[in-house]
């Protein structure tokens, strides 16, 4: 980074975003003034440095900033077609631009380049929205910040807002920024240093306002049976909830889910005054552009069961979906983007928790962060006034705003498994970590489940982080350990799509030197251990009313009589014909259930490494290390298969292209014509 002044806003901007007091992630945003020599006069420019659209203040770097000239910037004011065409400007900015012109400018542009200062932060911290969402705003941000603060009522983000703040600070020398109403702060300074401060002594002084005035009780009095479970029984119940709570929230669109039980969710849940406030919605647009405008909230106290939560939840469900398109015909005009679904993004259950949703796991992660932010801003906001966010008309004009839309458009095309949410048993190593590194790769959230949790947790990591896998700790003989590891599946993801089936060892011995225990040992892995799995997941998969698909990895061996394998062939057989079996059962679900016969695979196997190779090596008089070659030169392609090409197949069975495919075996075995199937 060549420029100081834009190293110094990065900087500022990482502290600042890098702090759940100060603002959400993605949210807000900030500025510099400087200047630097134009590479075509040779002449000094001034500059405005400003965080782009669809940025993150805590993860910025100087790609993510939008660099415009501030003379060409400023200039737009004498062309400005008015408040009824101020969307026309953001496409102007792009005339302003110094160079290459770095991020695209956001809607709040203006607000940084037409405020007489060298920098600007503007933030959505849960104090300032408390402000700025009470019903007398105004009133006490003058008692609580004197002269120093200045109130701004509601506008809508834009290039009017820019003219309001730049025409306040000029009439407020002394003011070191303003509370947006219904919105969030925005402070400026002459250095960098001075910006960040002013901003976190606004943020700070709102805090301590909050905290010497607020009434006892912002929520109202304790409702009697709807205070937070006990963890263990509030897990377990929300556990059994969320596949079916999934099922609902995507009914227009698959949707991926995150769960919490944090204290200020439950609590919220267990005051008087949660039903009316979560009716009125959130206020600030980065809130419900996440959240949509209210949640869905279960009106059943904690004791309820889960089949009576399940009947209740169904019947909100359809009413919320009614409200919304009420709504949306209520508000939209001609020109209004198609309505983008009708389902709740969050879901509130008493004495349980909130459950959000989102394309993928970090947009429902990020949700119900949002959300908790908003409990944050009516905790304040009732304590010190009356909780009182934008109108429904104003939430729907950014809502479906046509520059929401443009970017919405602009987003990457999604991966062919985004969306979906698997569970691979085995899979911190050899076809178990292929898989789910293919799986994790196309787009999928994936649970990778294996004896070892230490190594489960590490091949999760090689991932990505828990927004994309997560490790758990399965042993797939029991089935107590199989429903926690469904439990966790669902906990962590939401719900669950696709199961693949590959946990396994095994033993090369003769017919005459195959104990009980051996044969117990791989039929209670194999064949118990799918059936464990399949019986579990089916279950999920049932309720979310989803489909899905369950893939076991089988062998040639399930058709192919090999000789010192006994016990291991015995059980890929039954594995084998347990997906026939699922698929004429599980088909009137949608749900797909087929097979993968691989042969072969050497190198970067478990089971081979773990003496099955050097036993099947001495059965056909070769070296161990030439194992793969040897298996490799009596197939009809002369290939060595690798756990990548298994992993290749999984792929190709829950993709769309086999949407119509149920109870196939899929031989990945390089050709092996004694394992053809007939």
């Not at 009716?279 to 106290?301: E, I, M, N, Q, Y």
Request: hydrophobic residues 45%; aromatic residues 6%.
């Amino acid at each position: 980074m060549t420029n100081p002044t834009a190293a110094e806003l990065v900087a500022r901007s990482n502290r600042l975003g890098s702090d759940a007091r100060v603002t959400n992630y993605a949210g807000g945003n900030t500025s510099a003034k400087g200047t630097e020599i134009d590479p075509v006069t040779g002449e000094p420019v001034e500059l405005l440095w400003v965080k782009g659209s669809g940025g993150d203040l805590g993860t910025l770097t100087e790609s993510g900033l939008a660099v415009l000239r501030l003379d060409r910037m400023r200039a737009l004011v004498d062309v400005y077609p008015g408040l009824d065409r101020e969307d026309e400007m953001v496409a102007a900015f792009d005339y302003t631009l110094h160079g290459k012109g770095g991020a695209a400018p956001s809607i709040d542009t203006a607000m940084h380049g037409l405020v007489d200062a060298a920098h600007v932060d503007h933030l959505h911290p849960d104090s300032g929205i408390a402000f700025a969402t009470s019903a007398d705003g105004e009133a006490i941000t003058a008692k609580a910040f004197g002269d120093r603060v200045v109130w701004v009522p509601w506008r809508r983000p834009g290039f009017q807002l820019g003219l309001d703040i730049a025409a306040i600070r000029a009439a407020h020398p002394e003011a070191i920024g303003c509370i947006l109403g219904g919105h969030g702060i925005t402070a400026w300074g002459d250095t960098s240093d001075e910006a960040e401060a002013n901003s976190l002594w606004i943020i700070a002084t709102a805090e301590d306002f909050i905290a010497a005035n607020s009434k006892a009780e912002p929520f109202g009095a304790p409702l009697e049976g709807y205070g937070a479970l006990p963890a263990e029984e509030r897990l377990a119940k929300a556990a059994a909830l969320a596949a079916h709570i999934r099922g609902l929230a995507s009914t227009d669109r698959p949707q991926v889910g995150h769960f919490t039980d944090a204290p200020v969710v439950t609590d919220f849940l267990a005051s008087a005054e949660h039903v009316r406030l979560g009716a009125l919605g959130t206020s600030c647009p980065d809130h419900f552009l996440r959240t949509k405008v209210k949640p869905l909230v279960l009106d059943l106290p904690a004791s309820a069961t889960v089949e009576e939560s399940i009947a209740r939840l169904d019947e909100l469900h359809t009413a919320y979906r009614s409200d919304y398109a009420e709504y949306y015909d209520k508000y939209r005009i001609e020109g209004s983007p198609a309505m983008r679904g009708a389902d709740p993004a969050i879901v509130l259950i008493p004495g349980v928790g909130m459950f959000s949703y989102g394309a993928n796991k970090q947009t429902a992660r990020v949700a119900g962060e949002f959300y908790i932010n908003a409990i944050n801003v009516m905790r304040g906001a009732e304590g010190i006034s009356t909780y009182s966010p934008i109108s429904d008309a104003e939430k729907f004009a950014i809502e479906y705003w046509s520059l929401e839309e443009a970017k919405l458009q602009r987003m990457p095309k999604p991966k062919p498994l985004a969306g979906r949410i698997a569970l691979v048993t085995g899979a911190a190593s050899g076809i178990g970590k292929a898989i789910a590194t293919r799986l994790a790769a196309e787009g999928a959230c994936v649970v990778i489940a294996d004896l070892d949790l230490a190594r489960a947790q590490e091949a999760a990591a090689e991932l990505g982080t828990s927004d994309v896998a997560i490790g758990i700790v399965a042993n797939v003989t029991d089935e107590a350990a199989v429903q926690s590891a469904i439990d966790q599946t669902v906990l962590a993801f939401g719900g669950l799509d696709l199961v693949v089936n590959n946990a396994g060892l095994s033993l090369s011995k003769s017919l005459l030197e195959t104990t009980v225990a051996d044969w117990d040992l791989q039929h209670n892995v194999m064949a118990k251990g799918s059936f464990l799995v399949s019986r579990a997941a089916a279950k999920v998969l049932i309720d979310q009313k989803l489909g899905g698909d369950i893939i076991y990895i089988s062998s040639k061996n399930s058709v192919f009589a090999g000789p010192n394998n006994i016990a291991y062939s015995a059980t890929k057989a039954d594995q084998a014909h347990q997906v026939r079996l699922l698929a004429a059962e599980l088909g009137e679900y949608g749900v797909k259930v087929n097979g993968i016969n691989p042969d072969g695979v050497v190198r970067g196997s478990g089971i081979f490494a773990g003496g099955w190779g050097a036993k099947r090596a001495a059965v056909y008089g070769v070296a161990e290390d030439d194992l793969g070659k040897y298996y490799a030169q009596r197939t009809l392609l002369k290939r060595e298969v690798l756990p990548e090409n298994v992993a290749n197949a999984v792929f190709v069975l829950c993709t769309s292209d086999l949407s119509h495919t149920t109870g196939l075996h899929i031989p990945v075995d390089a050709g092996v014509a004694a394992a053809f199937l007939r």
